[in-house]
Every structure is written in C-alpha cells, then in structure tokens.
C-alpha cells in the first residue's frame, strides 16, 4: 500500500525552484533513503510530505489516516522553555507513565524520564526524538539527518536502531542523509536527489549509476570507497586495542 | 454583592482576573521570544481606546479591534526581508504615537490619559469586572483546550506540522488570545505596562519549574501575589496602583534570580566536593 506519493512536484522559494518536477512515492514497510549534496532540496522532499509546505505544481497524496513520525534535523529548544524528557514525550498527545517507560526503555535511554532535554548529550537527545516519534505508532517514520552531530559509532548504533524498529514495528522509513556508507546498507531504495531526483534504485544500483557518481565522486571519493575505509578502522581499533 | 461594593475588592478581583490569564499567555510569549509584538499589541491599543471614544463604542471594544489589527500586520509582515525588531520598532510606536495624535482630535470628550498609559485599576466598576473576567476566562479556555497544539508548534513548527496540527491557526489563536488580554489588562496596569505583567510573572517562574504547565501555574502564582501586595503598597504609600504591582512583581523576578543563583552556586560546590 502507498503511504505518500507525490506526483509531478515543484517547488519555488521566492523565485528559486527548490525542486523540478519530482515523482516520488513510499510504500509500507519500505526503507527508502534520499541523499543528495547541500541544497539539492532534500529537506524540501521531506517537508512535502509532512505537509509543512505545499508544492507550488503538482500533488501530493496521503493515505487517509495516515501517521508519520518525525525526526527533525534539528530541534532547537529555547533555554526559556523547561521540558523533561517524559513531558516530551507526552507531545502533542499524552501517554501513559507505563507507555512513556517502556518507550524509554526500547530507547535505551530509560534513566533519563526527569532529565531537563536541554541538557542531554547529543546521543541521547536524538534517542528521545526516536522514542517521541515511535509512540504514535507510525505507519511511516521520517529522519532527516538524524545522525547529525554524532560521532560513527553513534550513529551507527542509531541506524541499527531504526533496522530493529523497522523490523518490530513494520513501518516505512524515510530518511535523508549524507553518511552514505551506513545509510546505503539498511535501504531498500536510494534516491540520489539534486533539484530533481537524478537516479533511484538498490543501493548497488544507484552506487555505481554515473549520475552519482558526478554527484559525490568516484573512487576513493566515492561511497564504497568510504564503506571500506570503515572496515579498515574498525580494524585498526581491533589491532591497537591490545597495545594500548 | 455588598462585597464588590468595596472599590478595593474590585480592584484586587480585576487583578488577579488578569494575573490569571497573563500568565500562561505570558509564558508562550516567552517561549515564543514575542516579548516586543506583545508591546506592540499594546501600544497599538491606545489608537483602539482615541477610536472607540471617537465612534462612542466601548473601550474594550476598540482596543481589541486594534490589538487584534495590530497583531495580525505583525504576524503577517514578518519573513517579508524587515528583521522583526526593526518591525516591531517602527509598528509599536506608530501606533503609540498615531493614538496619542488621534486622542488630541477629541476635544469634545475630556480623557484622562494617564488612566489609559498607566491604568487606572481603583476605578474598576462591576461592568469592568465582568469584561474583565469574561476576557479572562475566556482566554484560559482557549489556551487550555489548544495547550497541547501550541507546545508542539512552540518547539519546532515542523514536529506540528508532521502530527497534523497546523502551527499557523496556533499562532492566530496566540494573537487572538493576546489581544483580549490586552484588551482586558489597558484597565488594569494600562497600554504601557501590560507586556510587563505577561511577561515577569512568566520569566518569574522560570527559575523554578520543570514542566511548562508548572512554569504556567507559578506565573499565576507570582502574578496574584503581585497584585495583591501591589495593591496594598499603593494604598499604604499613595503610589499608583499599576506600576506599583509590576514594581512587586519585578522584585518577585529578582528574587526568584537570587535564589536561584545561589542554588545554582551550592550545587555547583557540592558537584565539585563529590569529585
């Protein structure tokens, strides 16, 4: 079953066309990934299907019913504005003590329900957004660069986490990112985006498509080049453990 | 009702009427950094107070008309290349200044300003009070029944938008709300003191709660209190009434500041003795 598609969509800010002419559609249970260099419109994808903006041509479509966990890129919250961890996830619908614990738990983060969310380290801020966003039950979750500001085990860690939640919950993922190497390896689709949607496939496919590759580069530039490297330190820290 | 007949009780009733409603209002504007469209609301409604005496329609009346015009310019103007001080800047005190031009037109009417820029909370009579209280109430409902809508689009407009609450209609149904507040409060504290009495009940709370609703429910609290020892020092010391309680309540803020600062320090110490 679709989830969202959009048809055909454009999009301007202020004369400047965002997106040209984007046919796009997500299905249940798909993981489907957008990567595209800066500017090249991905949060703009990501805020057309929420429907925070509307698309100056062509249509979107929503299941009727339909509900999406959001991961924002960023979420700034103003010193001003006292909020524990349990009171956020109470937002906007009110849980249950219990619900909120075993969401906090599934989360990791289970000791941290009276913590102030400003002052919770990068990691574990991102966990509480996952575990607001999963209390709905979405059919579909978005993340939009939701492992910005982590280090590499960080967000490896929090892309095995969304591959569980996938698994447990069965709902479709739509992320964006730019950490290809991790990204590339848990998605059934990638969307290689740049003002419009360049080419789109298996993460294989689109990997070795030459419009990616005009995109992020080849060869040691490219994705595989940098998945390997991964295999590489990971050994590394294997090897200097010991020593150390 | 031998007990409203009393001028000060009425004068506390009308206060605390508006300490109530000021404060989770006050709280978003906080939140929200609208410290300065608050004061632009307000200053705009002495245009609404030279205008409802011009047209003889009720004071309560014009000014929420103003307000409300006023707000809604602001919300629309802004993201349209002005920075929103300059703004607000150029909005509020064009206001101001076109209401106090447009209130010397009205010879045939003899207004004490002064009872409008400062208040005049002693004067409060039973119709008062009932708009007063109408305006309270009916501004406590409205941001009761959308707390949870406001609190997500005050965080981020876009977590709103993907929970399928639209964060524009919240910002509207804020305006709305400021502007009976404003409306209510131009009797009580008067046009330039009313930002005053949103928003240091509201920065008050800060220091001690948590949650925003106990933010919320402290700003009530330091607001009430504010008003009641307002209005006791100004009897004792013949000082006017309205700026006498945003005096308290400003001296609740440094308070509140004091204490928490100290708590802060010892907290930091004892961290520093644990390691």
């Not at chain 2, 300490?19 to 929200?32: E, H, K, M, T, Y």
């Not at chain 2, 632009?40 to 030279?50: N, P, R, W």
């Not at chain 2, 131009?186 to 925003?212: C, D, E």
């Not at chain 2, 309680?245 to 907290?267: E, P, W, Y």
Request: with cysteine; charged share 15%; net charge neutral.
């Amino acid at each position: 079953m679709t989830l969202v598609s959009l048809t055909g969509v454009s999009l301007k800010y202020g004369g400047r066309t965002v997106l040209s002419n984007v046919d796009f559609a997500i299905k249940q249970g798909e993981i489907v990934t957008v990567v595209g260099p800066n500017g090249s419109g991905k949060s703009s994808l990501l805020r057309n299907v929420i429907g925070a903006v509307k698309p100056s041509v062509g249509t979107v479509t929503r299941m009727a019913g339909l509900r999406i966990g959001y991961v924002p890129q960023k979420l700034h919250i103003d010193p001003t504005l006292p909020l524990t961890v349990r009171r956020f996830l109470s937002l906007p619908v009110r849980v249950s003590d219990s619900v909120a614990h075993a969401a906090l738990e599934q989360a990791g983060v289970a000791a941290l329900a009276d913590r102030q969310m400003t002052n919770l380290s990068g990691g574990q801020f991102q966990r509480v957004l996952l575990a607001r966003a999963l209390l709905c039950k979405p059919h579909l979750l978005i993340l939009d660069e939701a492992t910005q500001g982590l280090d590499q085990p960080g967000s490896a860690a929090f892309y095995r986490q969304i591959e569980q939640v996938r698994q447990e919950m069965g709902c479709a993922v739509l992320m964006v990112s730019h950490e290809l190497h991790v990204v590339m390896a848990a998605s059934d689709r990638v969307i290689c985006l740049n003002g419009h949607i360049c080419c789109e496939g298996t993460p294989e496919l689109v990997a070795s498509a030459p419009e990616y590759r005009a995109l992020f580069g080849t060869g040691t530039q490219g994705a595989l080049a940098l998945y390997r490297h991964e295999h590489t330190h990971s050994h590394d820290h294997l090897d200097e453990g010991p020593a150390a | 009702m031998t007990l409203l007949d009393d001028f000060l009780i009425r004068a506390a009733l009308a206060g605390i009427g508006l300490a109530l409603a000021a404060a989770p209002l006050g709280c978003f504007v906080v939140w929200r950094r609208m410290a300065y469209f608050g004061d632009a609301t307000a200053h705009a409604s002495i245009l609404g107070v030279a205008l409802a005496l011009a047209f003889d329609v009720s004071v309560f009346g014009g000014v929420l008309v103003t307000a409300l015009a006023m707000a809604t310019t602001v919300s629309t103007l802004s993201g349209r290349g002005y920075a929103m001080d300059t703004l607000l800047g150029v909005l509020a005190h064009t206001a101001l200044a076109l209401g106090l031009v447009a209130v010397s037109f009205l010879h045939w009417v003899r207004i004490d300003l002064m009872s409008y820029l400062f208040g005049d909370i002693l004067a409060v009579g039973h119709m008062d009070l009932a708009v007063i209280w109408s305006g309270a109430t009916a501004t406590l409902a409205l941001l009761v029944w959308r707390w949870s809508a406001l609190l997500t689009s005050t965080l981020n407009p876009d977590l709103a938008h993907a929970a399928g609450i639209d964060p524009r209609r919240e910002q509207l149904i804020l305006t709305l709300a400021l502007a009976v507040v404003v409306a209510v409060a131009i009797k009580v504290v008067g046009v330039l003191l009313i930002a005053a009495m949103l928003i240091v009940p509201a920065a008050t709370a800060r220091a001690f709660a948590n949650t925003p609703e106990r933010m919320a429910l402290i700003a009530a609290a330091v607001g009430v209190l504010s008003v009641i020892v307002g209005l006791r020092v100004s009897f004792v010391g013949d000082t006017p009434t309205g700026p006498t309680i945003v005096t308290v309540a400003a001296g609740c803020f440094m308070v509140a500041s004091l204490i928490r600062g100290l708590f802060d320090h010892r907290h930091l110490r004892s961290h520093k003795e644990d390691s």
